[in-house]
C-alpha cells in the first residue's frame, strides 16, 4: 500500500502542459526558489528566472532566486487535485459496472462476484420468456 501511495498520490512532473483527466484544468509550470547563492555562483543551466531577492548576510550579500524548469506539475498523478482522482475513479467503475463490466475491488476479493451476480439477476428480469 504504501508503495502505491508513492507511486500513485504523488506530484508528476511533465515536459509539456497536460490537462487534469477530471476538470480538464492545465498543469501548472513547476515554480520553485533555489538556496541562497554567492555572487560567484552560477545558477543551474535550463532555468528561467521568475525573481529574485537579495540577501545581505554581513558584509556579502546573497541572491535567492525563483525559478522555473520549464516542466509542468500535476499535483495528484494525472489529477489536479485528490478530490479530482476519487470523481474520476467513481465515475470510470460506474461507467464499466453499467456496460456490464465486472470489477473487483482487489485480486483476491470477492466483489466482482457480488457484482457479476447482480448483472445476471438484470439479464433474467428483462428477458422476455
Ligand atoms: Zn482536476
Redesign the pocket.
Known sequence: MEDENRKYNQEKLISHEVR?Y??Q?LSKKHIFTTRLMGPNENLPYGLEVIKYEDIRLGTITKRKYTVWDKKYVMNKGF???SK?GVIYANKHIENLQRRGKTISPNPNGGGSRVVDMNHKLNQLKDKKW
Open positions: 487534469c477530471n476538470c484544468k489529477f489536479c487535485s479530482c
